[in-house]
């Protein structure tokens, strides 16, 4: 008989919960967005083979042709990257939430910028007719272009990532959280 006193009160608890508090215990949209870009961010590592490829193949065998190692890249470029989630604003009624992510990593630009410079530089030293070959003066690049990859420092910036909720309730990134990296990355 007592177990039966208990279990009605308990039901009756949870169903409470369930109805008026949306889960009771279950994670709030902050969470869950939160989670989602945890997630997202700890597979940006030079270990992510899927990263790794993706990288390879947007290259355009442009690495190859450079004799340039795509893990050693990878390693060099996320040398000091980082993300710390500052704030996660959720309107529930609009359906929608912005993240608020401290980003920092090294800058495209900057790299690129000191690879022409330094690429000027060694191809105003050089005699073109001692040159061995094509393939020589690419692979004399890849080694620019890997050291100034290794000098940049990694600078911070902040992107705003916007959620939505679809029809059935589930929050997701909206297509602008690509624009808000590629930024990053500039």
Same mark, same amino acid.
């Given at each position: 008989m *007592?177990?039966r006193f208990?279990?009605?009160?308990?039901?009756a608890?949870?169903?409470?919960?369930?109805?008026f508090? !949306? !889960?009771?215990?279950?994670p709030s %949209?902050?969470e869950?967005?939160?989670?989602?870009?945890?997630?997202?961010? &700890?597979? %940006?590592?030079?270990?992510?083979?899927e990263?790794?490829?993706? =990288?390879?193949d &947007?290259s355009? !065998?442009?690495?190859? $042709?450079?004799?340039?190692?795509?893990?050693?890249?990878?390693?060099? #470029?996320? /040398?000091?990257?980082s993300h710390? +989630?500052?704030?996660? %604003? %959720?309107?529930e009624?609009? !359906?929608?939430? /912005?993240a608020?992510? @401290?980003l920092k990593?090294?800058s495209?630009?900057a +790299?690129m910028?000191?690879?022409?410079d *330094?690429?000027?530089?060694? =191809?105003?030293?050089i005699?073109?007719?001692t040159?061995e &070959?094509e393939? @020589?003066?690419?692979?004399e690049?890849?080694?620019?272009? =890997?050291?100034a990859v290794?000098?940049?420092?990694?600078e911070e910036?902040?992107c705003?990532? $916007? #959620?939505?909720?679809?029809?059935?309730?589930t929050?997701?990134? $909206?297509d602008? @959280?690509?624009?808000? +990296?590629?930024? @990053?990355m500039?």
């Amino acid at each position: 008989m *007592k177990e039966r006193f208990w279990t009605i009160p308990l039901m009756a608890f949870a169903v409470a919960c369930v109805v008026f508090l !949306g !889960g009771c215990g279950g994670p709030s %949209v902050e969470e869950l967005i939160r989670e989602d870009l945890e997630t997202a961010f &700890s597979e %940006v590592s030079p270990d992510n083979e899927e990263l790794l490829t993706a =990288m390879e193949d &947007s290259s355009g !065998g442009g690495f190859e $042709t450079l004799g340039i190692d795509t893990e050693e890249f990878a390693k060099a #470029y996320l /040398d000091g990257f980082s993300h710390e +989630i500052k704030e996660i %604003v %959720v309107d529930e009624e609009a !359906g929608t939430a /912005d993240a608020t992510v @401290a980003l920092k990593m090294k800058s495209l630009t900057a +790299i690129m910028t000191e690879f022409t410079d *330094k690429f000027q530089e060694y =191809m105003a030293t050089i005699d073109p007719q001692t040159v061995e &070959s094509e393939d @020589a003066l690419y692979k004399e690049a890849g080694a620019i272009l =890997m050291e100034a990859v290794k000098n940049a420092q990694a600078e911070e910036s902040e992107c705003v990532f $916007t #959620y939505e909720k679809d029809g059935a309730n589930t929050w997701s990134a $909206t297509d602008g @959280a690509e624009q808000q +990296i590629i930024e @990053a990355m500039m």
